[in-house]
């Protein structure tokens, strides 16, 4: 089982920027991939950005360019800076890990809430 703890949300203006964190711990070694997805209210949530073991990374079409998605291995952290925000941008970010042979993200932080006010 993994343990993710993410913190960095928060309420910030259009075009400004905020740095999520989340904090792997337990079985790490079991991870494939860990990823930020979003659910804002009344949508579903959201693939934003992913990172698999191997250094691969993608990002969701709508945050491309203002995004980026890091990792720090020898803390087990990931982080998702994120530039020019917009109100469009306002939910909950969870933190999300897939387990070695796993077909989905398994393993879920609490969540963070970002608000972009506008």
């Known amino acids: 089982q993994v343990q993710l703890v993410e913190s960095g949300g928060g309420l910030v203006q259009t075009g400004g920027s905020l740095r999520l964190s989340c904090a792997a711990s337990?079985?790490?070694?079991?991870?494939?991939?860990m990823g930020w997805y979003r659910q804002a209210p009344g949508k579903q949530r959201e693939l934003v950005a992913a990172i698999t073991s191997g250094g691969s990374i993608n990002y969701a079409d709508s945050v491309k360019g203002r995004f980026t998605i890091s990792r720090d291995i020898a803390k087990n952290t990931i982080y998702l800076q994120m530039n020019a925000l917009k109100p469009e941008d306002t939910a909950v970010y969870y933190c999300a890990a897939q387990g070695v042979g796993a077909s989905n993200y398994n393993n879920w932080g609490q969540g963070t809430q970002v608000t972009v006010a506008s």
């Open positions: 337990g079985n790490i070694f079991s991870i494939n991939a």
